[in-house]
């Protein structure tokens, strides 16, 4: 169980409680996402390639094919055990480890890049700036990825956002709206900004799949009862059964930042 007192008011959550329904759901991200580290030159045929707060390897599993050799790590030991099964029966040979990213075990210059996609500010950025400056190769880039909906631009997204809200008022993954990553000042003395820009997609989903992304989410299924969330559920599935055809697009936005080590030498 993590608290954050920067996170849904310190309230615990546990990303292992929403493990299957992350494996099932959350694998969302379209093509024009993941080119956006193509096209920084990241996750390139051969780098090694250090995935942060994998989750379900989510990502290395979606660029496996481009060649690069990825090593996914999360805190979550039923997350890491849901990235080894889908790797398993995808036959993708990804490594996992079950790490915290501050205590990461790496030895100076094993990576060529380094991705954190959806995870980032769950991170102490004061012991991991130095320890990745460290893990990546001199001039080694380092990608920092988000994706949310605008619940005041889409009116199935604020629905069900208004709902979660309603079986957790502490949950402050609430409100999203189109704003860049944001850089804690640690990382300037080690990295420098090469890109940073926001996007918007598009997400296709049906009623079950946008169902079971809302069921997944912080609010929800990683903080509440087995019992709160099945009750979310037959409501919410109500409320799309009211509001929402059986295909749709939700809206939202995404935001890249690439930044690029300052080492020059490893001597």
Known sequence: MIHDDKIDGGKGFDWGKASEDYARFRDIYPPEFYQKLLDAGICMKGQKVLDLGTGTGVLP???YGCGALFTGA???????GQARQLCAEADMDIPFLCCPAEELPFPDDSFDAVTACQCFFYFNHETLAPKLYH?????????????AWLPGEDAIAGASEKLVLRYNPSWSGCGEYRHPIEIPDVYSAYFQLESSEVFDL????????????????????ASLSPEKTADFEKEHLALLNKIAPENFSVLHYAAAAVLKSKKTSSF
Request: glycine letters at 12%; aromatic letters at 6%.
């Open 202 to 221: 598009r997400i296709p989903f049906t009623k079950e799949s946008w169902n079971g992304r809302m069921k997944a989410c912080r609010g929800i299924g």
């Open 74 to 80: 999360d805190i979550s030991e039923e997350q890491i």
């Open 61 to 63: 599993r979606n660029l």
């Open 135 to 147: 893990m990546i190769k001199p001039g080694g880039l380092m990608a920092v990825m988000y994706l």
